[in-house]
C-alpha cells in the first residue's frame, strides 16, 4: 500500500518556478519488495516533470525522462518504508531570455545602433547588386537577334515532277490528284512546300513546257478543279504550292503567236521577237540552247522568229508593255487561286540585246560551231534587265492582298554560276527573287572528295550577298539522279548534306528513297533532246514514276506508264521502306535529317568548316 501511495507522489524539484512528479513502475518496485533489495539498483523510475506557469491550472504537465543518476531509492534496513532522493544541481542551463530582459535590450542603444547599420548595410548590398546586374545587362555583348523565317524559309521544298508521280485515272500518266493522294506522306515526311512543275496546257512538244494556255491546267494532269482541291487541301494541312511560271517563251500554238505571225497592225504583232534577217538568213550568230541557229524562218510572216529554246518554242518580247501586263495577268490570276508562290522557268533568258550583234565565240576546246557552248552568250543571257523584271515581279506579290496576310515566294530557275545568278536576289536597290536556284551540288559524282564538296559548297556562299538566303539541290528533272552519280554508298551522306547545310534544301522526288535513273531505250523515250539530239542527253533516265510498291508498276499505276519503271522498284519503294523492322532505310535517314533541320542552330546558325580530313571527311 505504501508503495502505491509513493508512485502516485509527486515530488517538488529546486528549480525555478517547476514541480516534478515521480513515477515508480510498479514491477519494479514489487520485484525489490519481494527480494529486499533496492529498487534502484537494478530498475528504472520515470520522472514526469510538471511546469507550472503563470495563470495556467496545476494539472496542466508536460513529461519527460529522468536522469536516472540523480535518483536514489532507499529501503530503510528491509522495511516497507521507501524514500526516493533527487539530487539538485545548482546550473539551471540556459532557458532563454524572458520578456523584461529582451526589452532592455531592445531599447538599448548600443544594440538600436547595430540594427540600424546591418539594416543599412543589407539594402547596400542588395542595391549594389542591382545596379552590378543591369551594368552587366547593359554592357556585356548581346547575340543579335533571331530574324524572323519565313514559311519558306523553314521548309524542304519537294520539287514533284506531277506526271510521274501517281496515275489515279488509269492512263499512265502522274496528275493532281496523284499529288493529293499523298500529301500525308509528304506531310510525315516533313514536307511542306511541294514545287509543282508545269501543268499548263501545251503544245506537246516539250512536256508541258511550250504552253499554250498560262491559265489552265492540261487535261491529262485533270481539271481547274482538281488543282483547286489540292491547294484547299494542302493549306489544311498549312502546307504550300509552289508553280512552275514559263514567262520566257509559248508554244508556236499559243493564240498569241497564232496572231502575231500575222503582222500586220493587230495587237499581238510585237509579242514576240522578229526580224527580217540580213542577207538572206538569219539575223546573227545566236545559238540555241539545243544548238544550231536561235532563228527560225516563218512561213506565214516571212520573217526570223528568235527561240533560244526548241523552234516551237518562240521566245516572248518582254520588251513589249502589253506582253507584261499580260504575264502580270496571269501571275495574279493563280495569286487568286490561291497559289503560295512561283518558279521562274528560264530567267536568265527573258531579256536579249541588240539583234544585230553577234555573240563572241567562247573558245572551247572541243566544242564544234552549232553547239550552244560555242559562244560565250553575252547578248542573250543574265541581261540586267532580266534581273530587273523579276524585281518588278517580286514587287506584284508584295502588293498582292492575302486574306491570311501570307508571304507569297519567287524563285529562278537559272543555271549559270554564282556571280551571274546573284543578281536575281536585288536590282537597284529593289528586292528580286528569293532564291535562285543554286545548282553547284548536282555535279557531284563518285569521285568527288570532300575537297570537292567543300569547293562546290563555298563557290555559293562565298558569293552570295549579306543577308540573302541560300538553297540546295542535289538533283532536279534536268540532271541525273544523286544515287546514280554518287552510289548507293554516299546516298544518305549526300542526303543528309542537303538537309544540314545553311538554308532552304531542294528535294526532287524519289531521291529521299534512293531511286536511280531508270533504263530508257530509244523507242521508249519521250524527252525531246533525247529523241533529237542524242539518246545519251535524254532527261528521261531521271524521270521515270515514283516507286510507291512493289506491286505491278511500282503502284505508280495500274496500266503501263508513261515511261518504264526502273526494275529495283522490287526493293526499293516507299512501302519497303516504312515496314516495320525495314532498319536504317534511306527514307529513315532523310525523315531524321528533316526533323534534326527544325532545330535552331539549323535555322539560324552560322555555317563554319570544322575540318577536311585527309580528303574524305567534310565536316562543319
Known sequence: TRLKELQGRRVHSLGRNTRNNLKISEKSLKMSENRGEPAASEEKAALTKEEEKPNESMNDTRTTDLDMDKVKFINGNGSADARVDIGHSDDDGFCGLSKDELMKYANDPYWIKVRWIMLALFWLAWLGMLVAAIIIIVLAPKCPPRPELQWWQKSSIYQCYPRSFQDTNGDGVGDIKGVERH????????????????????????????????????????????????????????????????????????????????GGDNKYKDFYVWHPGKNGGPPNNWLSLYGGPAWTKDPVRNEYYLHQFWPEQPDLNLRNPDVLKELEDILTFWLNEGVDGFNVVGAAHLFEGDVDEDEPVANVPGVSNDEYAYLDHTQTTFLNESYAIVAQWRELLDNHPDPLGNYKFLMVDVYGSPNQTMGFFENNGLKGADLPTNTELVDLKKGCDSQCVANSVHSWITNIPDNRWSNWMVGSRDYSRINTRMGEEYLNAANMLLLSLPGTPVVYYGDEIGMVDGKISPAQMKDPVGIKISNDRSRDPARTPMQWTSDAHAGFSDVEPWLPVNPDFTYKNVRAQQAHGAGWTNLEVFKNITVLRKEPSFQWGRYEVWALSNNNIYAF
Open 183 to 262: 500529301l500525308d506522306y509528304l506531310f510525315d515526311n516533313n514536307v511542306t512546300t511541294v514545287w509543282m512543275n508545269s501543268i499548263f496546257k501545251s503544245g506537246g512538244q516539250d512536256l508541258n513546257y511550250d504552253i499554250t494556255d498560262h491559265k489552265a491546267v492540261d487535261g491529262q494532269f485533270g481539271t481547274m478543279e482538281d488543282l483547286k482541291w489540292l491547294i484547299t487541301s494542302m493549306h489544311k494541312k498549312s502546307m504550300k504550292i509552289v508553280l512552275d511560271f514559263v514567262p520566257n517563251h509559248t508554244s508556236r500554238n499559243h493564240t498569241w503567236f497564232m496572231e502575231s505571225r500575222k
